[in-house]
């Protein structure tokens, strides 16, 4: 069961030292003002979990208006992310690749205060990328994701904020700042 409180994301990298203290996180009002449960997206909030953004059953996107992300946690474990983003190439201005991406599944909050995103074998993504042979392609996306620590705090314009710190993916084998 997903809530629908839309509240401000924001992705960022920090080093590992700085998210492991070696005792037990604690889940109390310094580190989160309210649970993780509820659906959390970025920027304008076009971009949403739910029906309305993917469609597995003919591995199908609804375009939002504007690029983004969103992470939805269920309070018995379960998650669900929507990722909507372009990358630009310096060297190439007019070769913008568009990813929009779905995936969901498990998750699990470590006691050492990370999450890690397990997801079941559906997730998705359609790449276009004008440059190459093969521009508009949809594959399988089902990367395990770990995110070294996270925290929940009040903003005094946006009210509640969700930070991931430090997401890897276990594909890749090493730690990396979230795309945009």
Same mark, same amino acid.
């Given at each position: 069961?997903?809530?629908?409180?839309?509240?401000?994301l924001?992705?960022?990298?920090?080093p590992? *030292?700085?998210?492991?203290?070696?005792?037990?996180?604690?889940y #109390?009002?310094?580190?989160?003002?309210?649970?993780?449960?509820?659906?959390w997206?970025?920027?304008?909030?076009?971009?949403?979990?739910?029906?309305?953004?993917?469609?597995?059953?003919?591995?199908?996107?609804?375009?939002?208006?504007?690029?983004? #992300?969103?992470?939805?946690?269920?309070?018995?474990?379960?998650?669900?992310?929507?990722?909507?983003?372009?990358?630009?190439?310096?060297?190439?201005?007019?070769?913008?690749?568009?990813?929009?991406?779905?995936?969901?599944?498990?998750?699990?909050?470590?006691?050492?205060?990370?999450?890690? !995103?397990?997801?079941? *074998?559906?997730?998705y993504?359609?790449?276009?990328?004008?440059?190459?042979?093969?521009?508009?392609f949809?594959?399988?996306?089902?990367?395990?994701?770990?995110?070294?620590?996270?925290?929940?705090?009040?903003?005094?314009v946006?009210?509640?904020? !969700?930070? !991931?710190?430090?997401?890897?993916?276990?594909?890749?084998?090493?730690c990396?700042?979230?795309?945009?």
């Amino acid at each position: 069961m997903y809530f629908t409180h839309f509240f401000a994301l924001v992705l960022a990298s920090v080093p590992a *030292a700085l998210a492991q203290t070696g005792a037990p996180i604690q889940y #109390v009002a310094a580190h989160n003002t309210t649970p993780i449960y509820g659906t959390w997206a970025s920027g304008s909030k076009n971009v949403l979990t739910g029906p309305g953004f993917a469609n597995p059953a003919n591995l199908s996107f609804t375009y939002p208006l504007t690029t983004g #992300v969103a992470y939805s946690f269920s309070s018995d474990g379960y998650y669900e992310v929507a990722r909507y983003r372009f990358n630009g190439n310096g060297s190439q201005p007019n070769c913008i690749t568009g990813v929009i991406n779905w995936v969901h599944g498990k998750y699990q909050l470590v006691d050492n205060g990370s999450i890690i !995103l397990n997801p079941w *074998a559906d997730g998705y993504q359609q790449i276009q990328d004008p440059c190459v042979a093969v521009s508009n392609f949809i594959e399988q996306y089902n990367d395990t994701e770990l995110y070294q620590s996270w925290q929940i705090f009040t903003d005094p314009v946006d009210g509640y904020k !969700l930070h !991931l710190f430090g997401r890897c993916a276990t594909r890749r084998r090493a730690c990396h700042p979230p795309r945009p």
